[in-house]
């Protein structure tokens, strides 16, 4: 099959693209070639580089040097409108689609003269083309009350509605259900059959391996290599992408303890689309990693809500030890014992203008850097002082602003601000996303430790692979509805997809 | 009681209310486009004072009057260029900007005003906008006076109404501005230019609210004095709120409002007004946007994006 | 075009572009002056003499000073939670309210004066605590509400004046009976028409920044400022602090009207304030919200407008050119705080 590909014509060439952020180089000439009906993985670590190269290529930035050229005509750059005539579409990681609108304006917006009246006949294409590559969403729809799955249908259909000959994926899959990566594979395989060509962004190697024919590997803004899929294998694709070994840590089995935190019966009422919790009851017991599988928009955010105290159940208990907790608020959370690595570091963990030691006593300022009103920055500074030595958190001292460091850096403050005052119960939503590899294993490895002190981790993650590697047991989460417990090594991926996409609940309610 | 019953069935009243409601409704139209662009433009009080001044200047200096509806909607566009220039591309604070504005333009019509009648006591008046004789309509008993005897800015001030419906929910420009105002990052990726529409939506909107401060010099009172505008801004930006940001409902919101206006001038002169201190009148309709605002809050569909800058780039 | 942060901006870049700030005003000002058709360096030399030129300059310059100086902190403070008190005016007012309730024979001395004080606090804290819990309770916008509390509370005021606290001696004037003199703030130096609200003023200047600095309050209000968000999740009881912050904001904006009324006029009227609390934004903005810094600009602003009163008798330029520069300064100082922090590239 892949006879004949070498002769077909190339349709896109990035020629030695360079830019620069400050002080780092995120992309350093970097060339890519992609040709008529193949699918090229762009793959590489978080922060090699790979989103800044496709935000170039769609015009949202402006290369310090190199050409872009697609179907042999040089791309004017920094012009999104230009990218988008000449047959570029990209699919954004995080949607661009705005919320108040219906599908159907959503695909239209910017296709039409701003001053012209709209056009016929738009509404026909788009039900046309939705048939045409299995991509089922009504056209009447708020965007605003679509499932991520669906948005993301919206979003490859506003390029297929513009043309697009070249479709950008970026990091599509990390928001499915394997079973919904798999009907996207098939969109794409669908695609290239017709002629289009497709640049598949992704760390994932499984994913890489099913559906690209060729891959190449970015590492710190570098091509580090460029491989057939067919004559390579994941091992050689991993070494590559992380230049050597790729070593995470993993879990071993232990025997549970007693239930530290529960939730009995809880609920929490839905949000506009996002679902709340419905009747979720859950165990947390020590010595154990609990893992929450699940789809983004699932109900994990009003989870992760309740139980770092940022909001109460409409219905049903918290039981911390062995009482229902009553009072509940963040300030309790923490006063009880429960520590929590918030899913939005940035907007969530910390306040970008404040410098390390001002971050690292957002929690505990009251009990233990201050004196009747009156802060203690002496302690303080000690404080952050102690978190960068023991937690390895590179920066230039403890009053740097934290915008400064790297989301590796970031993550490594908080967990050590969190981990400080001892805690029993720990929640660490989406620990890891977006940290490169050695960011990643020192973070699980933390976690793991505080497991094997005793403590109960809950590990709220939309990545499988991480929580089948690091749980001990699993729930799923689905619109709002909380999954049995599944011992570690009881159940496959695929297993695990049937419930995340809700399937398996329907038949459980049935038997 | 019987009082207030004659005053609303009487078509002076009526006429009032729709006078009233005109600059109501010009800048409220204004600022509705601003925010529904995602932009709060807080200057629109001192943009209603610039287009008062200017409008009347320009009349009074010899220019026809619709050249002074021009000139003033001309000098907002000045000021929304310049609010929105910093709130757009530089991203500056809305609430700062905009009261920076406010201040600007009041000191600049005042300045403006002193430098050129540098020895007037009293303002010169000009021959404002007449009412509009429209055949046989006019004639009409009751509806002729209460809605066929206003003034040729009044009927534009309904016309700019339905055309900003007609433009934000009938054509792709709409659309467009709709769409920034919710997330900016679903234009750009299609292609469009958010600082484009952010600042072309301020701009207009501005030029709309200094058309509605030449309608108090203009076709209201022929004169200009400082304090004219009064509150009258903030009042707007508390009528969008109600109007939960669509036009009709803008509209409407304005008629409600000009009516509790033109009631309680009336009701000054009553009984009411004999016991009640008149300034408990003078405050009602600061009173009455409060309470707009307080009843609306929970259902409010605010634009998602309003107030939130965009950055390129920026996550 | 696009923002990009600099990573550690330079200390010439963060002092620099807010001082080159001043010079753009100072160069808009000898633009206005020309305009007028005035000679724009004899301008700006008379506004500097009007404002320092003798000690009776200097003092009345001070004297403006000191409800800016107020209203400024009141600002100041409020904004550095993000909680936009636009209202400083009304509750400059309910301060001036109080000083002439108590300071009128209802209470003798040697109490009425840090009563007075302390009830001016209360009404200014009062009228800001209903924006504040429409915003933490509703998310009513407090900019607006604020705003509009402004023109009622005048309205108030004027209906006051001409019933409740008219002076009968008043000679029909809307003024309110006059202040005992035991409610009359002195004068700082005996002889000197300086009264003692200027040194309260400093003190509480530097009360404010005490507080900011080194207390948990002024930790979480820097906190609540910043990321509320984070806040929050840390913990903090984000509207309860917003809720101290309008009280702290409130209460020193009515010390503005209370220092006026007791310091400097002795009654109340409706015109006692030339809007010091739209001023007081200016203010504390070309401070940068630093308290101290708020002192040092409240005198540059105060020294603005009575230098202008001065230089428009003399050069025939209209007053309001005082109102333009401040503006004109607010805009300037917003974009270059801004630029200090950020340069402007391509894509």
């Not at chain 1, 409108?81 to 995080?94: D, F, I, K």
């Not at chain 1, 994926?169 to 794409?188: G, I, M, R, S, W």
């Not at chain 2, 299609?190 to 484009?196: D, K, Y």
Request: hydrophobic share 50%.
């Amino acid at each position: 099959m892949t006879l004949g590909k070498e002769e077909a014509e190339v349709v896109l060439r990035l020629d030695r693209i360079s830019k620069r952020f400050g002080a780092l180089k995120a992309n350093n000439a970097v060339s890519l070639t992609l040709r008529r009906g193949e699918v090229v993985a762009l793959l590489g670590e978080n922060g090699a580089g790979k989103t800044t190269l496709m935000n170039i290529l769609f015009g949202h930035y402006v290369a310090d040097e190199g050409v872009v050229e697609v179907f042999g005509q040089p791309l004017p750059p920094g012009n999104p409108r230009a990218a988008l005539s000449a047959g570029v579409g990209m699919v954004h990681q995080h949607f661009t689609l705005a919320g108040n609108l219906t599908v159907l304006d959503n695909i239209r917006l910017g296709t039409e003269g701003l001053w012209s009246p709209s056009v016929s006949g738009a509404r026909a294409k788009v039900e046309q083309l939705s048939r045409d590559f299995g991509l089922a969403v009504h056209p009447d729809a708020k965007v605003g009350r679509l499932s991520v799955g669906e948005r993301q249908r919206v979003e490859i259909l506003k390029a297929l509605y513009r043309n697009a000959r070249i479709l950008i994926l970026d990091e599509p899959t990390a928001v499915l259900t394997p079973q919904e990566a798999e009907a996207l594979f098939a969109t794409l395989r669908k695609a290239t059959a017709l002629g289009l060509s497709v640049i598949f962004i992704s760390h994932k190697l499984h994913e890489v391996m099913a559906i690209a024919d060729r891959c190449v590997v970015l590492r710190h803004g570098r091509v580090v290599g460029e491989v057939d899929t067919h004559a390579t294998d994941r091992g050689a694709l991993a070494a590559l992408m992380v230049g050597g070994e790729l070593s995470l840590p993993r879990a071993e089995a232990r025997a549970p303890g007693a239930v530290l935190m529960k939730l009995d019966r809880v609920s929490t009422p839905d949000r506009g689309a996002a679902p709340g919790l419905k009747a979720v009851t859950l165990d947390l017991r020590a010595g154990q990693i609990t893992g929450l599988a699940g789809v983004s928009g699932n109900g994990q955010a009003a989870l992760a809500e309740i139980l770092g105290g940022l909001s109460v159940p409409s219905s049903g208990q918290i039981v911390l030890g062995d009482h229902p907790v009553a009072g509940w608020s963040p300030g309790e959370a923490l006063a009880r014992g429960v520590a929590r690595i918030p899913e939005d570091r940035h907007h969530q963990g910390s306040i970008a203008d404040f410098d390390l030691t001002e971050n690292a006593v957002l929690e505990g300022y009251r009990t233990r850097f201050s004196h009747r009103g009156w802060m203690n920055w002496r302690a303080a500074r000690e404080f952050a002082e102690g978190i960068i030595k023991g937690y390895d958190v590179r920066c230039p001292g403890p009053e740097t602003r934290i915008r400064l460091l790297s989301g590796g850096n970031m993550q490594k403050l908080i967990l050590g601000r969190a981990m400080a005052p001892g805690p029993r119960v720990i929640l660490a939503n989406q620990p890891v996303r977006g940290l490169d590899v050695g960011a990643i294993a020192y973070v699980q490895s933390q976690l793991i430790a505080a497991r094997d002190r005793g403590a109960t981790v809950l590990l709220i993650s939309e990545d499988l692979d991480e929580i089948m590697g690091l749980s001990d047991v699993i729930h799923v989460m689905s619109q709002g509805r909380l999954s049995p417990a599944f011992a570690r090594g009881t159940m496959t991926a695929a297993e695990l997809g049937l419930w995340m996409a809700g399937q398996r609940f329907g038949e459980a309610d049935a038997a | 009681m019987n009082e207030i019953i004659d005053i609303l069935i009487s078509a002076s009243f009526w006429a009032a209310v729709i006078r009233i409601a005109s600059p109501l409704i010009l800048a409220t139209m204004g600022e509705l486009i601003c925010e529904r662009a995602g932009v709060l433009n807080l200057g629109i009080e001192g943009i209603m004072v610039i287009g008062a001044f200017t409008g009347w200047m320009a009349v009074y200096q010899g220019m026809p009057l619709w050249g002074g509806v021009a000139v003033a909607m001309g000098a907002g566009m000045l000021f929304g260029l310049l609010h929105s220039t910093l709130t757009v591309p530089f991203g500056l604070s809305q609430h700062v900007v905009g009261l920076g504005v406010t201040l600007f333009a009041t000191a600049s019509a005042s300045f403006a005003y002193r430098l050129m009648l540098p020895e007037v006591t009293s303002p010169p008046k000009i021959e404002p906008f007449q009412p509009l004789d429209i055949p046989l309509l006019s004639d009409l008993p009751w509806l002729g006076e209460a809605i066929f005897s206003q003034t040729a800015l009044t009927w534009a001030a309904f016309a700019v109404a339905g055309i900003v419906a007609f433009t934000l929910y009938r054509t792709p420009l709409g659309l467009a501005v709709r769409a920034v105002g919710e997330n900016p990052a679903a234009v750009e990726a299609q292609g469009l230019s958010v600082t484009g529409l952010r600042m072309g939506a301020v701009i207009m909107g501005s030029g709309l609210m200094a058309v509605g401060g030449a309608f108090l010099t203009l076709s209201a009172f022929s004169s200009f004095f400082f304090e004219m505008v009064n509150g009258r801004g903030w009042i707007c930006i508390a009528l969008v709120v109600f109007g939960a940001w669509k036009p009709g409902k803008a509209v409407l919101g304005a008629i409600l409002f000009a009516a509790f206006d033109a009631l309680q001038i009336r009701l000054q002169q009553t009984e009411l007004g004999a016991v009640l201190p008149y300034q408990l009148f003078l405050a009602l309709p600061f009173i009455l946007s409060i309470l707009a605002l307080i009843l609306m809050s929970r259902r409010a569909e605010v634009p998602a994006s309003l107030m939130v800058p965009y950055n390129k780039g920026e996550r | 075009m696009r923002l990009e942060p600099i990573a550690n901006p330079s200390a010439a870049r963060q002092l620099g572009l807010p001082a080159l700030a001043l010079v753009a005003t100072l160069g808009v000002a000898m633009l206005l002056a020309l305009i007028a058709g005035a000679n724009p360096l004899a301008v700006l030399g008379q506004i500097a003499t009007g404002a320092l030129g003798s000690k009776l300059a200097v003092l009345e310059t001070l004297n403006r000073a000191t409800p800016l100086i107020f209203t400024g902190l009141a600002v100041a403070v409020a904004f550095r939670a993000k909680l936009w008190n636009i209202g400083a005016e009304a509750q400059l007012y309910a301060g001036a309210i109080m000083a002439v309730v108590l300071g009128t024979g209802a209470l003798g001395s040697p109490w009425v004066l840090p009563l007075s004080a302390l009830a001016a606090m209360l009404a200014g804290a009062a009228l800001l605590l209903g924006p504040v819990l429409l915003k933490t309770r509703l998310g009513v916008d407090e900019v607006v509400t604020t705003l509009l509390l402004n023109f009622i509370m005048i309205l108030f005021v004027s209906y006051l004046l001409e019933g409740p606290m008219k002076d009968p001696m008043g000679m029909g004037w809307p003024k309110s009976t006059p202040l005992i003199p035991e409610a009359r703030l002195p004068r700082l130096v005996e002889g000197l028409r300086l009264h003692w609200g200027f040194a309260l003023a400093i003190l509480a200047a530097i009360i404010v920044w005490v507080i900011q600095t080194r207390t948990t309050l002024g930790f979480e209000i820097r906190a609540v400022g910043q990321n509320p968000e984070a806040a929050r999740f840390a913990g903090m009881p984000v509207n309860a602090v917003l809720v101290k912050t309008a009280l702290l904001s409130g209460g020193l904006a009515a010390l503005a009207g209370w220092s006026e009324v007791a310091g400097l006029k002795g009654h109340l009227s409706s015109d006692l304030s030339p809007g010091f609390g739209y001023t007081g934004i200016i203010v504390a903005m070309l401070a940068l919200l630093h308290p101290l810094g708020v002192v040092v600009t409240a005198i540059f602003v105060a020294g603005i407008f009575v230098g202008s009163d001065a230089m428009s008798r003399a050069a025939g330029v209209p007053t309001y050119i005082a109102d333009m520069l401040m503006a004109t300064a607010l805009l300037f100082m917003v974009l270059a705080i801004l630029l200090s922090k950020v340069r402007v590239v391509r894509g």
